[in-house]
T-cell receptor, first 115, second 115 residues
Framework: DAGVTQSPTHLIKTRGQQVTLRCSPKSGHDTVSWYQQALGQGPQFIFQYYEEEERQRGNFPDRFSGHQFPNYSSELNVNALLLGDSALYLC??????????????FGPGTRLTVT | TQLLEQSPQFLSIQEGENLTVYCNSSSVFSSLQWYRQEPGEGPVLLVTVVTGGEVKKLKRLTFQFGDARKDSSLHITAAQPGDTGLYLCAGDFFFLNTNAGKSTFGDGTTLTVKP
């Protein structure tokens, strides 16, 4: 049973560029959430997708956008990259929205470095 | 804004010692999870607690959810070097208007167990 997978593993971009990160959820999961984890901090919630719609959003600017596909996989897009966007980007999947115990399974993350 | 505070931030102990780490908030959570994260990897779910006062045991790890569902603790008995890692707690909130959930993470406790 494949867990959550993310690509690429590492990425180096220049300020002002755009980046797309990809995530495939765990088998049987239809909800995908994205998090940003800066060095020495806990993950910060970016947004969550369910049924191909953004359902919840954290305190991130519009430069951060996403998409969910019919097969439940998801993309995170970041435009006009800033040095402060350097972080580990984590994707998490969960089995639907209405479960009482809200359990997420994380992928290994994409390490983004902006120079 | 729902904030989670974890303490201590860093903990270094000898193999065989016992320890407790804490997760506190002023907000009430629908549920709370504990994760363990190793460098360069995504968080791995250890446990979910849902009911106030709930205690769950996972081998040498004991998790407790506060009666008011605002705080939690993780106790490790006879710590081993393999327990070394970043321990994160995350509180969940459900938003009935969008039928979506959101996790808020603390910044974690970095545990080092020396042989």
């Amino acid at each position: 049973d494949a867990g959550v997978t993310q690509s690429p593993t590492h990425l180096i971009k220049t300020r002002g560029q755009q980046v797309t990160l990809r995530c495939s959820p765990k088998s049987g999961h239809d909800t995908v959430s994205w998090y940003q984890q800066a060095l020495g901090q806990g993950p910060q919630f970016i947004f969550q997708y369910y049924e191909e719609e953004e359902r919840q959003r954290g305190n991130f600017p519009d430069r951060f956008s996403g998409h969910q596909f019919p097969n439940y996989s998801s993309e995170l897009n970041v435009n006009a990259l800033l040095l402060g966007d350097s972080a580990l980007y984590l994707c998490a999947s969960s089995p639907g929205l209405a479960h009482v115990s809200y359990e997420q399974y994380f992928g290994p993350g994409t390490r983004l470095t902006v120079t | 804004t729902q904030l989670l505070e974890q303490s201590p931030q860093f903990l270094s102990i000898q193999e065989g010692e016992n320890l407790t780490v804490y997760c506190n908030s002023s907000s009430v959570f629908s549920s709370l999870q504990w994760y363990r994260q190793e460098p360069g990897e995504g968080p791995v779910l250890l446990v979910t607690v849902v009911t106030g006062g709930e205690v769950k045991k996972l081998k040498r790890l004991t998790f407790q959810f506060g009666d008011a569902r605002k705080d939690s603790s993780l106790h490790i008995t006879a710590a081993q070097p393999g327990d070394t890692g970043l321990y994160l707690c995350a509180g969940d909130f459900f938003f009935l208007n969008t039928n979506a959930g959101k996790s808020t993470f603390g910044d974690g406790t970095t545990l080092t167990v020396k042989p």
